[in-house]
């Protein structure tokens, strides 16, 4: 049971690049998230997912896109990366559909993006 | 639009101590709140989760609590160790699925 596993690590990007940052959970949770990470802004969802099929917009998605076709894979698209999209980025995970029910988040190890 | 304040930002105690630490939210509809640890370059993982209907929940030597009339949690750790050095950070939990974090509260446990 490896829990929410994120890939890469580490990626540096030159503006306007894009890229897939990959999310994967093996607990069939139904709910899934991204967040970003900036130092003084704490943790800000980017999208979020209640199931596979379905997707919604969190509170900083401009410059994101996001599928779930699957109820194990969540991944994150940069479409064209820029320096304000440097941060460090985290897949979240839950059973039940987020704030429906009262179960806890699980957190992957994160992914550090720099965009030169 | 809910936000979460945590503060102190950084607290230093001596080993042994027990702390308090504080998180506010400015809207009280929420589902349940949750209280959060990291350490330097670790993602989160999940201490407490308080539903919206308690008052508070307990974890070895952790114990959370939760006025939501108020818009207030605290997290209380009791004697505090170095190996709980680490940020902690609260969040709250809307019916829309959606979760609005602290900025955390970084703590140091000195030996």
């Known amino acids: 049971n490896a829990g929410v596993t994120q890939t890469p690590k580490f990626q540096v990007l030159k503006t306007g690049q894009s890229m897939t940052l990959q999310c994967a959970q093996d607990?069939?949770?139904?709910?899934m998230s991204w967040y970003r990470q900036d130092p003084g802004m704490g943790l800000r969802l980017i999208h979020y997912?209640?199931?596979?099929?379905?997707?919604d917009q969190g509170e900083v998605p401009n410059g994101y896109n996001v599928s779930r076709s699957t109820t194990e894979d969540f991944p994150l698209r940069l479409l064209s990366a820029a320096p304000s999209q440097t941060s460090v980025y985290f897949c979240?995970?839950?059973?039940?559909?987020?704030?429906?029910?009262?179960?806890?988040?699980?957190f992957g190890s994160g992914t550090q993006l720099s965009v030169l | 639009k809910q936000e979460v304040t945590q503060i102190p930002a950084a607290l230093s105690v001596p080993e042994g101590e027990n702390l308090v630490l504080n998180c506010s939210f400015t809207?009280?509809?929420?589902?349940?709140l949750q209280w959060f640890r990291q350490d330097p370059g670790k993602g989160l993982t999940s201490l407490l989760l308080?539903?919206?209907?308690?008052r508070e929940q307990t974890s070895g030597r952790l114990n959370a609590s939760l006025d939501k009339s108020s818009g207030r949690s605290t997290l209380y750790i009791a004697a505090s160790q170095p190996g709980d050095s680490a940020t902690y950070l609260c969040?709250?939990?809307?019916?829309?699925?959606?979760?609005?974090f602290g900025d955390g509260t970084t703590l140091t446990v000195k030996p």
């Open positions: 979240a995970s839950s059973y039940g559909q987020g704030g429906y029910t009262n179960e806890k988040l699980f």
């Open positions: 607990m069939n949770h139904e709910y």
């Open positions: 997912s209640v199931g596979a099929g379905i997707t």
């Open positions: 809207d009280s509809a929420i589902y349940n």
């Open positions: 308080i539903q919206s209907s308690q």
């Open positions: 969040a709250v939990n809307t019916n829309a699925g959606k979760s609005t």
